[in-house]
Each structure stands twice: as C-alpha cells, then as structure tokens.
C-alpha cells in the first residue's frame, strides 16, 4: 500500500521531468524550451513545497525523477530538495554544471546519484555557442574523479560540427564519456528531428486531435502537464500536486495545438532502458482544427 495521499503512475510511464524553474544561466539560440512557446513569468514553489509533492509520488525501481528545467541547479532551494526527498526516490540531474563543484559535493554525496542504469544519472548539456569547453570538462572530471556518474551530452547542430568534434576527442582524452542527441527544430529552413507524427512539430497549420502522454511533467508551479508545449506556455494543466485529491488519469485529452508540438513528445527516441522507437505521446484522430480550448 502507498502513503497517504500518495500518486502511483500508471505502468506505462516513462519518465518523470521535475522542472524547478525555466529560467536559465544560458541563452541558447536553438533551446528546446522555446520551439513551441513558452510563458517565462512563472511562480516558484519553495524547498518545502517541492519536498512535499514529490515525496507524494510512488515511483518504480528504474523511474527517476529528473530534475531539471532551464537550469535546476538555479533554485534557491536546490540542495534542501535534494536532501528532503525521501531515500529511496532515485534521481537524476540534467544541468549546464556553472556551478562549483566543490560546493556540490559537500551538499551531496554521490551516493545519492547511483542507481543501475543504462546511462549517466547526471547529465550534462554541453552547448559551444553559449559555454567554453575546457572548464566545463575540468569540472566535469572533478566529479567523476568522486564517484559522481556524469556523461557529457551535446546538441548534433550543424553550425558547431567542428567545435563538438574537438569536444569528443577531448572528453576521450579525460576519460569522460560523450554523447550526441539530434537537434529539434527549425535550423536553416530545414526541419531537424526524427518524428512519429507528420506535420506535429512547426506547422503552419493546427489541428485537433486526442493526446496520452507516458510522461509525468511537473511545472515550476507544481503543477501536471500532459505535454512540454502545455508546461512552457502554462496552458491546461491537468491537476496541481499541491492538491492532496490529485489522481493521475492515463487518459486521452483533447488538444487544439497539433502542429505546435513541442518536438520533445512526438520525436522517436529512447526510452529509459535505452530500447529506440519510443515516443512521449499517443496521439489520435488528427483532423481540421475545432474550436480553439480556452
């Protein structure tokens, strides 16, 4: 039996994206936050009010939350979440690491990171428009050195093909581990991404559908989206966390947006065990577009 009040994901989850803030020491030009939409005047919960949503979730071995954002890290209150969420929620950290490492590693230890899994539990976002390369790596390997599991990821973008091969060679140089993921988007007239539904992302035509995610998104608020495009632009949220009679339903919903998606639920990738052919989203019954959800 769960907790009182607790929220036990359907089977079918995939993941859990725990977004602290939106905001962001960066500014890149190809962000993802940004390709659908997004709503930057957000309000924040504090350390306690995130600790006591997520400790309300029942999540399988294998399923961590993943806090991220924008930039997680940027929280006020980052380490006191960390330190409040009970023991046995695995988690994961997707960061840009402009951060001290040393201060990390005294509010954190490892341990706290390590799990079985197909792939780093910190990741890391490495992006040469915005970020220098070296000090980045250097950081990178001081946690590694600590037992931290951390992977150094970057965006495939054809303007910076020579800046990312120098980065692979150097972080195989330091021992560290680099990986690609393809760029989303628009870049030079050309659409990029490898998606299941036609004409879902960066159309200029909408039309209406039914939607299921496989994912629980979390705003910065607290509250539940069924999708990326409807967390950045704080539209429709399907239920807050801080309200203890929140349910998940593994429904379909329907959605005026089909053609604004954000590439992250219609893109096919990996799912958590590394398997390709995943999607976020389920969606149905495409057709011209109905009156528009308020």
Not at 70 to 79: A, C, D, S, V
Not at 82 to 103: A, C, H, M, V, Y
Not at 136 to 145: E, F, P, S, T
Request: proline letters at 7%; one cysteine or more.
């Amino acid at each position: 039996m769960g907790r009182a009040n607790s929220i036990i994901l359907p089977a079918n989850y995939n993941y859990v994206g725990v977004f602290l803030t939106l905001g962001c020491n960066l500014s890149c030009s190809y962000c993802i936050n940004h390709l659908s939409g997004l709503n930057p005047k957000r309000k924040h919960l504090n350390a306690n009010e995130w600790i006591s949503i997520l400790n309300r979730l029942e999540l399988r071995p294998g399923l961590p939350l993943s806090l991220q954002g924008g930039e997680p890290t940027i929280h006020p209150g980052f380490f006191d979440i960390l330190k409040g969420l009970r023991s046995d929620l695995e988690i994961d950290l997707l960061t840009n690491l402009q951060f001290d490492p040393l201060k990390f590693m005294k509010a954190v230890r490892p341990e706290r990171f390590l799990r079985p899994a197909p792939y780093a539990s910190i990741r890391v976002s490495y992006h040469p428009e915005t970020m220098e390369l070296k000090p980045l790596l250097d950081k990178a390997l001081i946690l590694k050195n600590e037992g931290y599991p951390i992977a150094i990821y970057t965006v495939d973008h054809p303007a910076y093909k020579s800046q990312l091969t120098v980065a692979q060679e150097l972080t195989k140089e330091m021992g560290l581990e680099f990986k690609t993921k393809e760029l989303l988007g628009r870049y030079e007239e050309t659409l990029h991404g490898l998606f299941k539904y036609p004409n879902a992302v960066d159309s200029p035509i909408l039309k209406t559908c039914e939607c299921k995610t496989s994912e629980l998104l979390i705003s910065p608020e607290g509250k539940v989206f069924r999708c990326h495009h409807d967390l950045y632009n704080l539209k429709f949220a399907v239920g807050d966390l801080q309200n203890p009679e929140f349910q998940i339903e593994d429904i379909f919903r329907p959605c005026h947006y089909y053609g604004n998606c954000n590439p992250c639920d219609v893109k096919i990738k990996n799912n958590r065990y590394q398997e390709f052919g995943h999607t976020s989203v389920e969606i149905k019954n495409i057709r011209d577009r109905e009156v528009q959800e308020v």
